[in-house]
């Protein structure tokens, strides 16, 4: 027999503090917090929650809860960058792997413990030799959770060595920068 000595009274012999089975599950001794892992996702747990007076009344109550994983994925885009249109990397772009060695890739923060990040990879190119633009974008989504587009700008500037870059904010917000300042 294994479990928690709450009472510190030197046995586990005690209403709640040992490890047992109910209807097939494993029934843990009594806490005050119930840690969830990455394991328990989709499945329905028993929560029970007790509760006992000075006078040595007690009772409890349950409940079946499903564990599921709701946090977000974020991730911090590559910087902005300036290219010209002789660049040859530039015949790289469309290609994730190859094109995230020379312009950078997404940095996942959070979101991705426990379970896999789908990363839709696109370019969309914008420009004319001089000027215009190509963005890169990286669609996270995971089984449960879907979240914005995460974009990377690269301007061309040919010639212009004083440009700002412009920054894309996801989910459709306006730039905080614009190119021609």
């Known amino acids: 027999m294994d479990g928690i000595d709450l009472n510190g009274d030197g046995d586990i012999f005690d209403r709640g503090e040992a490890f047992s089975t109910k ?6 001794p009594l806490q005050d ?4 892992f990455c394991c328990d996702l989709a499945e329905r747990v028993t929560i029970e929650l007790w509760g006992a007076d000075v006078y040595g009344n007690w009772n409890y109550c349950w409940n079946d809860v499903l564990i599921e994983d709701k946090v977000a994925p974020t991730c911090i885009k590559p910087w902005d960058i300036t290219t010209d249109c002789y660049d040859k990397n530039l015949a790289i772009i469309e290609d994730k792997v190859a094109s995230a060695a020379i312009y950078g890739d997404v940095t996942i923060t959070s979101g991705s413990d426990c379970a896999n990040l789908d990363t839709v990879y696109t370019v969309t190119k914008r420009l004319k030799c001089g000027y215009g633009t190509i963005t890169r974008n990286w669609k996270l989504t995971k089984e449960t959770v879907k979240r914005p587009n995460y974009d990377q700008l690269l301007p061309d500037h040919l010639g212009s060595s004083n ?4 920054h894309l904010i996801p989910c459709g917000r306006s730039p905080i920068a614009n190119a021609n300042h």
């Not at 917090?33 to 969830?36: G, N, P």
């Not at 440009?163 to 412009?166: G, L, Y």
């Open 163 to 166: 440009s700002r870059i412009r």
């Open 23 to 28: 209807g097939g599950k494993m029934m843990t």
């Open 33 to 36: 917090a119930v840690d969830f």
